[in-house]
T-cell receptor, first 112, second 114 residues
Framework: GEDVEQSLFLSVREGDSSVINCTYT??????LYWYKQEPGAGLQLLTY?????DMKQDQRLTVLLNKKDKHLSLRIADTQTGDSAIYFC????????????FGSGTQLTVLP | GAGVSQTPSNKVTEKGKYVELRCDPI?????LYWYRQSLGQGPEFLIY????????DSGLPNDRFFAVRPEGSVSTLKIQRTERGDSAVYLC????????????FGPGTRLTVL
């Protein structure tokens, strides 16, 4: 079955880089996503990567995909206090309704 | 334009009651999804609509849960005989076609069953 795992907590100092990791089990995953959730708010799409890519950069965000190890990471450069939130990794697979399978989320705390 | 909207934002009900949760997707989006997010967890898929039809309802936990989308736009998630375990945030998402397009989420409805 499908399973997506993330570490629960990460703390960094303002200005440092944050790296949030995710592992998944479904080798047929076609797209992998990172969503951000702030308290009381819905899920905000940050970025996504297609499974035939190994890296994608978008401003302060860098996504790395190791398909062999089924490992996905999100690097946030120059982390700011406004980046404090829960970050969810999610996958969708070919042939399905394209529903997303989410991890449990990583709570990122940015310390001043 | 407007994003996905959901009403109500909060719903408190008693065990055994019936509730309806509404989702208004982004205009023109043909695909609509319902997810449920329990405390401390990621969202879990419930049901997917393509147009008016429920193309995949494999995530609905039991027959107390039902959803409709009669005109291919607004959707209503209906829960009969609510139980305390139904307490969660119910999220709706829409996408332009539901194939390779990304999903845009609403703010959710927080359901509390007392």
């Amino acid at each position: 079955g499908e399973d997506v795992e993330q570490s629960l907590f990460l703390s960094v100092r303002e200005g440092d880089s944050s790296v949030i990791n995710c592992t998944y089990t479904d080798s047929s995953s076609t797209y992998l996503y990172w969503y951000k959730q702030e308290p009381g708010a819905g899920l905000q799409l940050l970025t996504y990567i297609f499974s035939n890519m190994d890296m994608k950069q978008d401003q302060r965000l860098t996504v790395l995909l190791n398909k062999k190890d089924k490992h996905l990471s999100l690097r946030i450069a120059d982390t700011q206090t406004g980046d404090s939130a829960i970050y969810f990794c999610a996958e969708s697979t070919e042939g399905s309704a394209r529903q997303l399978t989410f991890g449990s989320g990583t709570q990122l705390t940015v310390l001043p | 334009g407007a994003g996905v909207s959901q009403t109500p934002s909060n719903k408190v009900t008693e065990k055994g009651k019936y509730v309806e949760l509404r989702c208004d997707p982004i205009s023109g989006h043909t695909a609509l999804y319902w997810y449920r997010q329990s405390l401390g967890q990621g969202p879990e898929f419930l049901i997917y609509f393509q147009g008016t039809g429920a193309a995949d309802d494999s995530g609905l936990p039991n027959d107390r849960f039902f959803a409709v989308r009669p005109e291919g736009s607004v959707s209503t998630l209906k829960i009969q005989r609510t139980e305390r375990g139904d307490s969660a945030v119910y999220l709706c998402a829409s996408s332009p076609s539901g194939r390779t397009d990304t999903q845009y989420f609403g703010p959710g409805t927080r359901l509390t069953v007392l």
